[in-house]
């Protein structure tokens, strides 16, 4: 039984930090690209990092050098560490994983398995 679940998630202050974690059973780590996306009501999807099966990691422009995606085998975890937060970061976070889609942030909506979302407010 695959499962993922997101946690971490809360209100901060713009310039604020958060730490989400994708916590993954049931699937493997070879060869499985993990993504966070994010994602507003009323709006499009939004993909943010994704990390493949070799820990190369992929980021959003809007995101990239504040965000850090990092993966734990030994846990099956997949964290996104968030700093110098902005208002415009407010949105449902996501962990989606795949093991037969190519990882992109393209990718993202084919992929099997896809967490409840945590909520992220900045303000």
């Known amino acids: 039984h695959v499962q993922l679940v997101e946690s971490g998630g809360g209100s901060v202050q713009a310039g604020g930090s958060l730490r989400l974690t994708c916590k993954t059973t049931?699937?493997?780590?070879?060869?499985?690209?993990v993504a966070w996306f994010r994602q507003v009501p009323g709006k499009e999807r939004e993909g943010v990092a994704t990390v493949d099966g070799s820990g190369r990691t992929n980021y959003a422009d809007s995101v990239k050098g504040r965000f850090t995606i990092s993966r734990d085998k030994t846990k099956n975890t997949v964290d996104l560490e968030m700093n110098s937060l902005k208002p415009e970061d407010t949105a449902i976070y996501y962990c989606?994983?795949?093991?037969?889609?190519?990882?992109?942030?393209?990718?993202?909506?084919?992929?099997?398995?896809r967490g409840q979302g945590t909520q992220v407010t900045v303000s």
């Open positions: 049931g699937i493997g780590n070879t060869g499985t690209c």
């Open positions: 989606a994983a795949s093991s037969i889609v190519p990882c992109g942030f393209g990718n993202v909506p084919r992929f099997e398995f």
